[in-house]
T-cell receptor, first 115, second 114 residues
């Protein structure tokens, strides 16, 4: 079935370091891909998305490119801040079959940024 | 503020009991989703409703049931509770278009089964 695999955490970085969180997916078709972020004590919020191959989603300095050939959607940021500390979830959404309309999430990667 | 309201925020109960979690979606959203978040399983999709009808079903146990009412709010009923049901339960809503677009999440209900 459709699934998302993202790198295990936790990830600890110093402020201004470069961030990469890997995400790969398995899907029978061409899903939409998303990154969501969960700050402590809150629900998930959409960070960015891409709906087709080679699309790049970007928001708040974060970027991810939809790579069909490698079935990947890695999240990157050039210079992280303490306020980026959160749990990051990669997700895919299908528009057909039993999963249509809902999002399938990876297990999440906890990021801690130290000053 | 996502516009999605979940009540209660915290729930403490005993094994064997039954509880009801409530969700009010964002104004105008027709689709409601329920997710269970636990440390070992991550974020697991339970069930989705669209305009009162079940649209998709995930890893929802037979002891669990849900419904969406005509005013579009939704309830998740958990019965014969076990210790392993302790988790954070999220509700999310969306317009329901396909392919799925942005989901708006509530702050969750923390369920503790003692």
């Amino acid at each position: 079935g459709d699934s998302v695999t993202q790198m295990e955490g936790p990830v600890t970085l110093s402020e201004e370091a470069f961030l990469t969180i890997n995400c790969t997916y398995t899907a029978t078709g061409y899903p939409s891909l998303f990154w969501y972020v969960q700050y402590p004590g809150e629900g998930l919020q959409l960070l960015l998305k891409a709906t087709k191959a080679d699309d790049k989603g970007s928001n708040k300095g974060f970027e991810a490119t939809y790579r069909k050939e490698t079935t990947s959607f890695h999240l990157e940021k050039g210079s992280v801040q303490v306020s980026d500390s959160a749990v990051y979830f990669c997700a895919l959404g299908m528009n057909y079959g039993g999963s249509q309309g809902n999002l399938i999430f990876g297990k999440g990667t906890k990021l801690s940024v130290k000053p | 503020d996502s516009g999605v309201t979940q009540t209660p925020k915290h729930l403490i109960t005993a094994t064997g009991q039954r509880v009801t979690l409530r969700c009010s979606p964002r104004s105008g959203d027709l689709s409601v989703y329920w997710y269970q978040q636990s440390l070992d399983q991550g974020l697991q999709f339970l069930i989705q409703y669209y305009n009162g009808e079940e649209r998709a079903k995930g890893n929802i146990l037979e002891r669990f049931s849900a419904q969406q009412f005509p005013d579009l709010h939704s309830e998740l009923n958990l019965s014969s509770l076990e210790l392993g049901d302790s988790a954070l339960y999220f509700c999310a809503s969306s317009t329901g278009t396909l392919p799925p677009e942005k989901l708006f999440f509530g702050s969750g209900t923390q369920l503790s089964v003692l």
